[in-house]
């Protein structure tokens, strides 16, 4: 059965380095996700991106978030300066449907550690 | 502002017997709702969507309903198996095609 992929599944970073999560969404699904879940908290929308551009972002995702699909099959969130605030599971998820309602196939997330 | 809740107290059952988990959103009309599990550690899988026109949806053991009048959707297992042990996250679209807005889930463990 097809499904989402990420990499690393941990990264531990020092503050005000660079990370760079990467995903490998389900082939022939067209929207792609980063939502993210701080440790015991509710899962939260970053930024979806469609026909290579960011269709809707959340106040998360500020000038230090930024993704790209750089090669047609990775879907990749760069975190420029990372901040202490920022460690949680980032999850990536894809969807086919280009109605409402489509579900969303998840990863198993990226933990990101910043000391 | 758009708020999502879930029972927040763990649920506790025994083997056989039917879980029912609540979701109960304020302050918005979604047009849909969707079910997932999470099991620690890993990433939210789906189960069950159901739209705002419909008031009932099933799936194997499953079973969803949706009153948009009550803004409740209450989530059902029946026959529940300590396999069925997990939290379960509950969230609503927010008026476009592609945001959702995340409960904090319901922790279930199903005893044998």
């Known amino acids: 059965e097809p499904e989402v992929t990420q990499t690393p599944s941990h990264q531990v970073t020092q503050m005000g380095q660079e990370v760079i999560l990467r995903c490998v969404p389900i082939?022939?699904?067209?929207?792609f996700y980063w939502y993210r879940q701080i440790l015991g908290q509710k899962v939260e929308f970053l930024v979806s991106?469609?026909?290579?551009?960011?269709?809707?972002k959340s106040e998360i995702f500020d000038d230090q978030f930024s993704v790209e699909r750089p090669d047609g099959s990775n879907f990749t969130l760069k975190i420029r300066s990372t901040k202490l605030e920022d460690s949680a599971m980032y999850f990536c998820?894809?969807?086919?449907?280009?109605?409402?309602?489509?579900?969303?196939?998840f990863g198993e997330g990226s933990r990101l550690t910043v000391l | 502002s758009q708020k999502i809740e879930q029972n927040s107290e763990a649920l506790n059952i025994q083997e056989g017997k039917t879980a029912t988990l609540t979701c109960n959103y304020t302050n918005y009309s979604p047009a849909y709702l969707q079910w997932y599990r999470q099991d620690p550690g890993r990433g939210p899988v789906f189960l069950l969507l159901i739209r705002e026109n419909e008031k009932e949806k099933r799936k194997e053991r499953l079973k969803v309903t949706f009153d948009t009048t009550l803004k409740q959707s209450l989530f059902h297992i029946t026959a529940s198996q300590p396999a069925d042990s997990a939290t379960y996250l509950c969230?609503?679209?927010?008026?476009?095609?592609?945001?959702?807005?995340w409960g904090l889930g319901t922790s279930l463990a199903v005893n044998p």
């Open positions: 082939s022939n699904h067209l929207y």
């Open positions: 969230a609503l679209d927010a008026g476009n095609n592609r945001k959702l807005i």
């Open positions: 991106f469609y026909n290579n551009e960011i269709s809707e």
């Open positions: 998820a894809s969807s086919k449907l280009q109605g409402r309602g489509g579900e969303l196939f």
